[in-house]
């Protein structure tokens, strides 16, 4: 099985690139640009990442990427995960990235996206990597803030394939970002949302009803309402689920309670992302591996979720071609 998941061309739709942050890496990046970092050592940060929920790793996920000061500190980042990616068998990324996260430290949008944009590039020009663009939105920020930082990505909108809304999921529903949603639909933008990890069912439906969604990061709570999971199985919309952060974030106590193989049974349509992989034990080889011991699958699952992920990537009718 291992060899079958290590070889399996991996598609991953779930990635916060800040969150690929190897604690190696911050101190590198720490030393470089002259950054006091809380910890001594990288065992001692690693030791720091255990999480009682959403809010805890954020206020870490945020304090991490700090030391991202320089367009050649987002290019080392991007380029340090996808290289790992690859040798993992990952074939496809779809990253989210938090613009906001930076403007708020003083790093601007053009510092940002030139570093991504370039490790992209050369990604998929020598990797045999491709990589998707989700420009995402912090739903516990304004969301004036969030239109206005869309707006200043005008430069990038054609570079850019969806906009998503990720962060602390409790108590800032989907509802308040309307505005957001439909002005990236307006330009062309496909839209996603982190719904139902932390926050009620409600909010999925919310998610689709009202900012026009094509996917669901996590989703795992639609099982509290047989109408969502209803309208997720027949409109056969995707949801990014992703085991060992859900395990990390205490949204399930271990790794054989996570819902997946029942949503599985109820014909939905998921697929398996690591989410923060620096932070939640691995990326996408540790978590298909974890899932193959708690659940007992056996490969035609795996090659169900991988198809069901390349069928949702980001990817041009010839890149999507090679990956089937
Ligand atoms: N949930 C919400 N926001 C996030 C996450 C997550 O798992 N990771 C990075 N930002
Ligand atoms: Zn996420």
Known sequence: MQEFLHALPKVELHLHIEGSLEPELMFALAQRNGIDLPYATVQEAKDAYHFSGLQGFLNLYFQGMNVLRNEEDFYDLAMDYFKRAREEGVVHIDMHFDPQAHLQRGVPLEVVMGGLLKAKQEAEETLDLSIGMIMAFLRDRPAEEALHVLEQAAPYWKLLDAIGLDSAEQN?????????????????????????????????????????????????????????????????????????????????????????????????????????????????????????????????????????????????????????
Not at 224 to 229: L, M, T, Y
Not at 257 to 274: C, F, M, N, Q, R
Request: charged share 25%.
């Open 172 to 324: 800032n529903p989907p509802a308040g970002f309307v505005d957001l949603f439909e002005r990236a639909k307006q330009l062309g933008l496909v839209r996603v949302a982190h719904a139902g990890e932390e926050g009620p069912a409600e909010y999925i439906q919310e998610a689709l009803d009202l900012l026009d969604v094509q996917r669901i990061d996590h989703g795992v709570r639609c099982l509290e309402s047989n109408e969502v999971v209803e309208r997720l199985r027949s409109e056969q919309i995707v949801l990014t689920v992703c085991p060992l952060s859900n395990v990390s974030l205490k949204v399930v106590e271990d790794l054989r309670d996570h819902p997946l193989p029942k949503l599985l049974a109820e014909g939905l349509k998921v697929t398996i992302s690591s989410d923060d992989p620096a932070y939640f034990g691995g990326g996408m080889l540790t978590n298909h591996l974890a899932c193959a011991e708690a659940f007992g699958w056996d490969e035609a699952v795996f090659r169900q979720l991988t198809c069901n992920a390349i069928e949702e990537a980001f990817v041009t009718p010839k890149r999507r071609e090679e990956l089937l």
